[in-house]
T-cell receptor, first 111, second 115 residues
Framework: GDSVTQMEGPVTLSEEAFLTINCTYT??????LFWYVQYPGEGLQLLLK?????DKGSNKGFEATYRKETTSFHLEKGSVQVSDSAVYFC??????????FGTGTRLQVFP | KAGVTQTPRYLIKTRGQQVTLSCSPI?????VSWYQQTPGQGLQFLFE???????NKGNFPGRFSGRQFSNSRSEMNVSTLELGDSALYLC??????????????FGPGTRLTVT
């Protein structure tokens, strides 16, 4: 079945460092891909999405490009802030029209 | 516009008991999905309701059930609780439940602890 694999955390960075969180997927057909973020004590919020190959989703300085050839959707940000500390989830929605999540990656940013 | 609300926020139950969790979607949203979040299994899809009908279901035992009312509010019920049911239960709402194209709006969750 469909699945999402993302890098284990925690990822620990200093403020203004470059961020990459890797995400790869397995799916039949052409899924939509998402990044969600969960701040402490809160539910998930959609960060960005891409619905077809080569689409780039972007929001709040975060970017991810839908790469069908490598089945990847890596999350990047050029300069992280302390306020970006959260858990990030990669997810897909395929033929079953439900969200399938990766295990989440905790990001900790220190001043 | 009010967000997705879930009640209660925290719950402690004993093994063998049953529990009911409630979710009120954003006004106008007709689809409600439920997810279980645990440290070991991550986020797993439980089921989705649209217009009072269960439209999609994950791989959970029959002890997990749900329903949706005519005002789109949804409840999920877990009977005969087990220790492994301890988790954060999240609900998400959207206009039509088209997860591939619509944003799913998540509530803050209900933290269930089974002792």
């Amino acid at each position: 079945g469909d699945s999402v694999t993302q890098m284990e955390g925690p990822v620990t960075l200093s403020e203004e460092a470059f961020l990459t969180i890797n995400c790869t997927y397995t799916a039949t057909g052409y899924p939509s891909l998402f990044w969600y973020v969960q701040y402490p004590g809160e539910g998930l919020q959609l960060l960005l999405k891409a619905t077809k190959a080569d689409d780039k989703g972007s929001n709040k300085g975060f970017e991810a490009t839908y790469r069908k050839e490598t089945t990847s959707f890596h999350l990047e940000k050029g300069s992280v802030q302390v306020s970006d500390s959260a858990v990030y989830f990669c997810a897909l929605s395929g033929d079953t029209d439900k969200l399938i999540f990766g295990t989440g990656t905790r990001l900790q940013v220190f001043p | 516009k009010a967000g997705v609300t879930q009640t209660p926020r925290y719950l402690i139950k004993t093994r063998g008991q049953q529990v009911t969790l409630s979710c009120s979607p954003i006004s106008g949203h007709r689809s409600v999905s439920w997810y279980q979040q645990t440290p070991g299994q991550g986020l797993q899809f439980l089921f989705e309701y649209f217009s009072e009908t269960q439209r999609n279901k994950g791989n959970f035992p029959g002890r997990f059930s749900g329903r949706q009312f005519s005002n789109s509010r949804s409840e999920m019920n877990v009977s005969t609780l087990e220790l492994g049911d301890s988790a954060l239960y999240l609900c998400a709402s959207s206009l039509a439940g088209l997860a591939g194209v619509e944003e799913q709006y998540f509530g803050p969750g209900t933290r269930l602890t089974v002792t």
